[in-house]
C-alpha cells in the first residue's frame, strides 16, 4: 500500500543548486555567505529589521527568553497548546510557566486567559501561532501594554501567516521560526529569531555566539554564552525555501482545500478552518473528533497507521507532562490533547491520496465495512 506521510518537503532544482553552491564555494572567507544571504532574505521576507539564523527553532525561542532577560522569580505565561520546546525556552533561563487555555478554533493562547493569571511577578506572554493559524495579536498586545508584559511569539510553524497584514513573529518583542523537517520549509534542522529592536538583536546575537567580544580580545568572552550557529549548508537550502514561500503556501493551500471540500462538516470529524480576516499558510490540517474519546481517537490513529496512512494525535497538554505537573484546568487544551488529529499534508499528497485519508477516516468513523454496511456491536 502506498505510503502517505504526515509531513514532507517540497524540493525543486533551486534548492539542490544552492546546496550545491555552499559545498562548493562556502568555505574560507565565504565560510557563512549563504547563512548572511538567508538572514537578509528572511527579514525582508517578513518584513523584520533583524534576523538570526540559528541550528533549530528551539535555539531561535531560546535566544528570544534569554535576550529578554528573563530568569529565576520570572513568570512567563505559556499557551499550554505547543511542541513542549516552547515551554522549555522559559525553562532553560530559570524562569517559570504558567499555562493558559487555547481558543477552541485556533488552539493559539484565549487572550481572556492571559490577565486572569498575572501576578506581580508577570514577565511575559508566550504565544504560539499554532498550526499556522494565527493568535489574536491585537488582543495580546493590548494586554500586554496595559500591564508592561513583553511578548515573544513562538512563529515555528508559521512562516508565511499574517495577522492582518503583519506577518507573525514580527509583532511582539521577539519571534521565533522553525525549518525542522516537518514544517512548511524545511532545512532538515534550523531556525530564525527575529526582532525589531536593536539591543534585543544585540544581546541574541551574543548569547548564540558564546558571548564572545572580540572587541575586548581577540576570542574575548563576557559571559556563558552558546553556539547556536546555523551550518552554512543548511542555510543554503533554507535560502532556496525561503525565496520559494509563495508557492510553499500555495501548495500547502491545494491540499487543505482539498480537504475541506470533503471533510467540512463532517458527522464525526470536526476540520478547523482558518478566521477570513487572518493570512494562514496552510501549513497544517488539524481538527478534533466530536466524540471526544481518547480511545477512539488512538484506535483511529492505530487503524489507518495499518493502512500507511500517517495520522499524528494531538500534542499532550503542556501543564499535564512530568516537567511542569501543573494541576490546572484547561478545557479547551485538554480537549485537542484528548481527542485533536493531524491529518497527513506532506508537500507530495495528490488529490488521490487525500481522497484515500478521508474515505478511510469517514469509513472508520462510521463504522462501516468496506461494503458500506453497518458493523454490528457486540454489545
Ligand atoms: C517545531 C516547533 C518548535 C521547535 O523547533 P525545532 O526547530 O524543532 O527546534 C517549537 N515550537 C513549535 C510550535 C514547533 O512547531
New binding site residues.
Given amino acids: 500500500m502506498k505510503k502517505i506521510p504526515l509531513a514532507g518537503p517540497f524540493i525543486t532544482q533551486k534548492e539542490i543548486d544552492y546546496v550545491h553552491d555552499a559545498v562548493v564555494n562556502g568555505w574560507y572567507e565565504t565560510y557563512d555567505m549563504h547563512i548572511r544571504r538567508l538572514e537578509e532574505r528572511f527579514a525582508e521576507a517578513v518584513g523584520v529589521k533583524y534576523a538570526i539564523a540559528t541550528y533549530?527553532?528551539?535555539?531561535a525561542?531560546h535566544l528570544a527568553a534569554l535576550a529578554l532577560q528573563l530568569g529565576p522569580g520570572d513568570e512567563v505565561i505559556v499557551a499550554d497548546q505547543?511542541?513542549i520546546?516552547?515551554a522549555y525556552a522559559i525553562s532553560y533561563t530559570g524562569a517559570e510557566c504558567v499555562f493558559a487555555d487555547v481558543c477552541p478554533d485556533t488552539l493559539c493562547i484565549d487572550p481572556a486567559q492571559i490577565e486572569q493569571l498575572i501576578t506581580p511577578r508577570t514577565k511575559a506572554v508566550m504565544v504560539?501561532h499554532?498550526g499556522g493559524f494565527c493568535c489574536d495579536m491585537d488582543a495580546v498586545m493590548r494586554i500586554a501594554e496595559k500591564h508592561g508584559l513583553t511578548v515573544i511569539e513562538?512563529a515555528?510553524?508559521s512562516f508565511g501567516s499574517c495577522w492582518h497584514g503583519r506577518h507573525t513573529g514580527t509583532i511582539g518583542a521577539a519571534g521565533?521560526f522553525?525549518?525542522?523537517g516537518?514544517?512548511i520549509a524545511v532545512g532538515g534542522?534550523?531556525?530564525m529569531f527575529v526582532t525589531n529592536d536593536e539591543n534585543i538583536y544585540r544581546r541574541a546575537r551574543h548569547f548564540g555566539t558564546f558571548c564572545r567580544n572580540d572587541a575586548v580580545q581577540y576570542l574575548w568572552s563576557d559571559g556563558i554564552g552558546y553556539n547556536y550557529r546555523i551550518s552554512n549548508l543548511t542555510a543554503a537550502l533554507i535560502l532556496a525555501q525561503v525565496e520559494r514561500i509563495d508557492a510553499l503556501v500555495a501548495n500547502k493551500k491545494r491540499i487543505f482545500e482539498c480537504y475541506r471540500e470533503q471533510l467540512e462538516g463532517h458527522p464525526q470529524f470536526e476540520l478547523l478552518v482558518p478566521r477570513s480576516d487572518a493570512g494562514f499558510n496552510y501549513g497544517y490540517v488539524l481538527g478534533y473528533l466530536r466524540s471526544g474519546n481518547r480511545d477512539e481517537r488512538d484506535q483511529l490513529v492505530d487503524k489507518l497507521a495499518a493502512e500507511n496512512i500517517h495520522l499524528r494525535p494531538g500534542y499532550p497538554s503542556m501543564h499535564r507532562m512530568p516537567p511542569y505537573s501543573q494541576d490546572r484546568l484547561l478545557p479547551n487544551s485538554d480537549r485537542y490533547d484528548r481527542c485533536g488529529l493531524v491529518l497527513p499534508s506532506a508537500h507530495s499528497l495528490t488529490e488521490t491520496d487525500i481522497a484515500v485519508v478521508c474515505e478511510r477516516l469517514d469509513r472508520v468513523l462510521s463504522g462501516k465495512t468496506e461494503s458500506g454496511e453497518a458493523v454490528e456491536c457486540d454489545i
Fill in positions: 533549530c527553532g528551539t535555539h525561542l505547543s511542541y520546546a516552547t504560539v499554532f513562538d515555528c510553524q521565533a522553525s525549518f525542522q516537518s514544517k534542522e534550523g531556525g
